[in-house]
Every structure is written in structure tokens, then in C-alpha cells.
């Protein structure tokens, strides 16, 4: 099975930067490994929907952001060390939520971005932002 880690949240005041990771270890069922799998960022503040953030194929070559978190963060991954990251700058205080990291095992190279679709996730870490 294949297991996900995120961390790297913290308190931060407006206008800073954090970079987030994942680390994954395991297998899926098919065998695939982490290499073989799309991944995503979501995030999800109280009272909302859990939404994308970032997405980004299996080699990394291919990457998608939201909208509206377009131009402020990069999501990048190391196969090598089964992991992905994604960095944040110019944070603000609606960046507040818990971050999630999910994978999903699919072919293709644009991760979906409903959360529901997601086959395996990471317990979240938290991500608060000062004004």
C-alpha cells in the first residue's frame, strides 16, 4: 500500500514562504510504485471543500495549478526519493487551511482534480498565515 507524508506547514506571516513536502513509501496493489503515479496537492480550510492546488504528471514534465494560486507556487517532484514538494511564496492569510498530498495511480499525464478521485492521501499538514 502505498503510504504519504506531508509536512513542512507551519505559522508564517503574510508575504512569506514555505515549501511543503510529501514523502511516500510503499507500493500500490497493481505494483506500481510512487514514480508511476500522478500526485496533487489539495488544501482545505474550515468550513470549505477540499480543492486543488497543484497536480503534476508522473515524470514531473507536466505540472497544473489552480487559478488562483497561479504565479505564487511550484510544485516539483524527486522520483529518486519519493517525493513530491510544493513551494509557496507570497503567502496570504485566505492560504490558511491544512495541505493535503494525494496520488492517484492513472494513465495519463493531467492528474484529475476532483478528491475524490484520489487513491491514497497524506494526513495533512497545517498552514496558518498571519496579516
Known amino acids: 500500500q502505498v503510504q504519504l507524508q506531508a509536512s513542512g506547514g507551519g505559522l508564517m506571516q503574510a508575504g512569506g514562504y514555505l515549501r511543503l513536502s510529501c514523502a511516500a513509501s510503499g507500493r500500490a496493489p497493481s505494483g506500481r510504485t510512487f514514480s508511476e503515479l500522478l500526485v496533487a496537492w489539495f488544501r482545505q480550510a474550515p468550513g470549505t471543500e477540499r480543492e486543488s492546488v497543484a497536480r503534476?504528471?508522473?515524470?514531473?514534465?507536466?505540472?497544473f495549478y489552480a487559478d488562483f494560486m497561479k504565479g505564487r507556487i511550484t510544485i516539483s517532484r524527486d522520483n529518486a526519493k519519493n517525493k513530491v514538494y510544493l513551494q509557496m511564496n507570497s503567502l496570504r492569510p485566505d492560504d490558511t487551511a491544512v495541505y493535503y498530498c494525494?496520488?492517484?495511480?492513472?494513465?495519463?499525464?493531467?492528474?484529475?482534480?476532483?478528491?475524490?478521485?484520489?487513491?491514497?492521501w497524506g494526513q495533512g499538514t497545517q498552514v496558518t498565515v498571519s496579516s
Open positions: 494525494a496520488a492517484v495511480e492513472r494513465d495519463g499525464f493531467d492528474p484529475p482534480t476532483g478528491p475524490d478521485e484520489y487513491d491514497y
Open positions: 503534476i504528471s508522473r515524470s514531473g514534465a507536466h505540472k
